[in-house]
């Protein structure tokens, strides 16, 4: 609260392009400024995570010449709450920490303004409910938006939520200007609630720039594994679709829901089956007795299906299924570095 009180008082300009609430994705925005200050002697393995940053900070209208206002409101926090343990050196340290950081994060913001736009706005141009809880949004942009298939992109309705951003997935292949989205009603959650529930055809959809490393590997020709539970299915799809353009490659998909009312994408899924034949899909529900299907945890499910160490892995969906899949495809002799996963925890 300090830190945003002192920012907004010292530096007015910067508050329109914070959320007008309070709310605790603002905590923790506080909590990664300073872990990852803090974490700067780890900066090689910290670069690609500071620019991906730093190009998505460009959608809340963000600077290089706004870094030294945080800056300054960090280090007055810092100062104010460690009380006798903040030295003259450590802040010297932390000064310098912050200045690699914010650095590296406005280097790579300005290099993607001489490339692409700050954000894309898309209009909604079709919202299916398939259940309560769970809608495809398929939305219409200018140009195409340039994301690689498994990519993410942070989506603000301009509308109904403005200026609180959260993570989707483009559900289709690159390159179109439509494409869709998969979104999941998280309970007393602000943005799932109103891309759900109360979106409609023409509401604009502000979308910042592409980020996320889950993407197909380009000189890679083995088969291919994938694991999705609920809403990370998204990721899956723009990768089938991508690889039905580029290249087949023999694909395992493995979906998994907890109930056969979860199964919102069983017409599409089927039929990209029927149309590519390098293509299996299982669909795996965990808690229904009346599903007809393979029952079971998705993870679980698919690992008892195969041998998988020959391929590559792919795994998406809540983080405790994502980490059990990835700990037991390791365990079953997946190489590390074939797995790729993707967390739909909080953006
Ligand atoms: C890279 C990435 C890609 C994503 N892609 C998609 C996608 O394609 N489709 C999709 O539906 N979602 C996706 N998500 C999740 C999405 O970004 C939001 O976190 C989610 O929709 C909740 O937003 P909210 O504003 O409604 O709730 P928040 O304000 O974010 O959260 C409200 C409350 O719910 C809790 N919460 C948040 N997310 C979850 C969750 N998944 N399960 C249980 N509790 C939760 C929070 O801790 C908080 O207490 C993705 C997340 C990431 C990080
Ligand atoms: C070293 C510097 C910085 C770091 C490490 C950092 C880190 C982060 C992180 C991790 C998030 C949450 C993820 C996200 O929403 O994309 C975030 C959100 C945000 N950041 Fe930064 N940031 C920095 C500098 C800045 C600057 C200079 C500004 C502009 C004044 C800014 C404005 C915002 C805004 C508006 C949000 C959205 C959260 C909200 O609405 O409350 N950040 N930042």
């Keep these: 609260m300090f830190f945003y009180s002192y920012l907004f008082y010292r530096h007015p300009e910067v508050r329109d392009m914070f959320a007008p609430a309070m709310t605790r994705q603002r905590e923790r925005?506080?909590?990664?400024?300073?872990?990852v200050v803090a974490n700067v002697d780890k900066i090689d393995q910290l670069v690609p995570y500071l620019e991906?940053?730093?190009?998505?900070?460009?959608k809340f209208g963000t600077l290089s010449a706004h870094y030294p206002a945080v800056g300054e409101a960090l280090l007055t926090t810092l100062r104010q709450f460690s009380g006798a343990a903040w030295t003259p050196k450590l802040e010297a340290d932390w000064a310098t920490a912050y200045s690699i950081v914010a650095s590296t994060m406005s280097g790579a913001a300005?290099?993607?303004?001489?490339?692409?736009?700050?954000?894309?706005?898309?209009?909604?141009?079709?919202?299916?409910?398939r259940t309560f809880d769970i809608a495809v949004l398929r939305l219409r942009t200018e140009a195409p938006v340039p994301y690689r298939a498994g990519q993410s992109v942070a989506v603000q309705s301009m509308s109904r939520r403005p200026r609180e951003w959260r993570f989707?997935?483009?559900?289709?292949?690159?390159?179109?200007?439509e494409f869709e989205l998969h979104a999941r009603l998280i309970p007393?959650?602000?943005?799932?609630?109103?891309?759900?529930?109360?979106t409609a055809v023409g509401d604009i959809l502000r979308l910042g720039p592409p980020v996320g490393r889950m993407t197909l590997e380009p000189d890679s020709d083995?088969?291919?594994?994938?694991?999705?539970?609920?809403?990370?299915?998204?990721?899956m799809k723009a990768?089938?679709?991508?690889l039905a353009r580029t290249g087949e490659r023999r694909t395992h998909l493995f979906f998994g829901a907890r109930s056969t009312r979860e199964v919102y994408d069983e017409h599409a899924l089927n039929d990209l089956a029927a149309r590519h034949r390098w293509l299996t899909v299982e669909t795996v529900v965990s808690d229904d007795e009346r599903w007809q299907g393979r029952q079971g945890l998705v993870g679980d499910v698919a690992i008892a299906s195969g041998d998988w160490s020959s391929h590559d892995a792919y795994v998406c969906g809540a983080p405790a299924m994502v980490e059990a899949t990835v700990k037991?495809?390791?365990?079953?002799?997946?190489?590390?570095?074939r797995i790729r996963f993707d967390e739909f925890g909080e953006s």
């Design 29 to 35: 925005l506080l909590g990664a400024l300073g872990e």
């Design 52 to 58: 991906d940053l730093g190009r998505d900070h460009r």
């Design 110 to 129: 300005e290099r993607s303004a001489e490339l692409e736009p700050p954000y894309w706005d898309a209009e909604v141009i079709d919202v299916d409910r």
């Design 168 to 177: 989707y997935t483009p559900a289709s292949a690159p390159g179109e200007t």
């Design 188 to 198: 007393g959650g602000p943005v799932s609630t109103a891309l759900v529930l109360a």
């Design 222 to 235: 083995v088969p291919v594994l994938m694991i999705a539970g609920g809403t990370g299915l998204a990721p």
């Design 239 to 242: 990768m089938v679709q991508e």
């Design 328 to 337: 037991r495809l390791q365990a079953h002799g997946v190489p590390e570095r």
